[in-house]
């Protein structure tokens, strides 16, 4: 089940950003409801905390069915998906987070149910073993990942595909200002302007950081008769935060954008902690990822943003691309970019 957060919107109307994945989403459901048919399959693409699952509870309250979710490195052996499966009903959703840690033997009963609706079952050992095919109920399956590449082939093909982008600070501000209404606190345009700088581009991370600062306001309220977040008491619980916080840093934090390839593709990304970011890829890809190249930057947002733009006719999937040898050359001429001002040249 996914825990209770109080303040993931409820529907499709309240859910903010991401308006080219809705939409398209709208045009899906209400096309399968004038058929008077069962949603086709979905696979939701997008790093963490960008609201992969929010979307997929918003979606199942827009239908008005139910939402089963399961993590994917959970299901272990092919009779618990047969199980799961089993018991959905005609309609429902069933939301495979982390889709690309299911087990092989796991995929191969998954797929065929999928396109088929019905499992396949062997019944006794030996000589007198038989194998009877079970119907199922029409369903929709929804996969979460945060790289399409990570996928067994025939997974990635199999539905629709969506991309999450990061949030821009402005939307990032919206979701501030609804969740503070939400969780009872007054707070000024000034106040949630500041939060979004170390929000990193997440809905997850700017509201996990808006309740830390709702906390010291609170507290802050017990001596002192200011009890709204302002510009000035953000400030200053951020600063409080940051002591105490190595991850917490600003949009703007000094970091690295880096240049790494794992089979044919290429992923540009960013950080602020490579060598655990490093760590992580590596467990993560199915291939093993080699590091080609880093710039070191004083804003790792905004540089990761031009490279994506600049290589934007590359894309294959998010921060993933089908660069040239001219292309690799371009990006390892950066060494070292300064974004106080603007960008451009080497050093």
Not at 286 to 312: A, Q
């Amino acid at each position: 089940m996914i825990p209770f957060d109080e303040l993931r919107p409820v529907g499709l109307a309240e859910f903010i950003n991401q308006d080219k994945v809705k939409d398209r989403l709208l045009q899906k459901v209400e096309a399968t409801e004038r058929r008077g048919d069962v949603l086709g399959h979905i696979l939701l693409c997008g790093p963490p905390g960008i609201g992969k699952k929010t979307l997929a509870l918003a979606l199942a309250a827009r239908i008005g069915t139910r939402l089963r979710y399961e993590l994917g490195s959970s299901i272990r052996r092919p009779g618990d998906i047969a199980n799961i499966l089993s018991n959905l009903r005609r309609g429902e959703l069933l939301l495979v987070d982390q889709m690309h840690q299911l087990a092989p033997s796991v995929v191969e009963v998954l797929l065929p149910a999928m396109e088929d609706f019905a499992l396949d079952v062997t019944i006794g050992k030996g000589p007198t073993a038989r194998s009877l095919r079970l119907t199922l109920p029409p369903f929709t399956v929804i996969g979460t990942t945060p790289n399409l590449q990570a996928l067994p082939v025939d997974l990635r093909a199999f539905g629709d595909t969506f991309h999450l982008e990061y949030y821009t600070e402005n939307a990032l501000q919206a979701i501030v200002l609804r969740s503070a209404r939400l969780l009872g606190m007054s707070i000024e345009t000034e106040g949630a302007q500041e939060i979004p700088r170390y929000g990193r581009g997440s809905p997850a991370e700017a509201n996990r950081l808006l309740k830390r600062v709702c906390d010291y306001t609170r507290d802050y309220s017990q001596v002192t008769v200011e009890s709204t977040i302002t510009a000035q008491i953000a400030r200053e619980a951020i600063g409080h935060l940051l002591g105490q916080s190595a991850s917490l840093r600003p949009a703007s934090a000094v970091g690295v954008v880096y240049l790494l390839r794992a089979g044919a593709w290429y992923k540009i990304g960013k950080s602020t902690d490579p060598t655990s970011r490093y760590s992580q890829l590596a467990i993560q890809l199915p291939e093993k990822p080699e590091l080609i190249h880093e710039i070191d930057t004083n804003d790792v947002h905004r540089l990761e943003r031009y490279w994506h733009d600049h290589f934007s006719r590359r894309r294959a999937n998010g921060e993933w691309f089908a660069l040239t040898g001219e292309d690799v050359e371009e990006f390892k001429s950066f060494r070292h970019v300064d974004l106080s001002g603007s960008l451009g040249g080497t050093e």
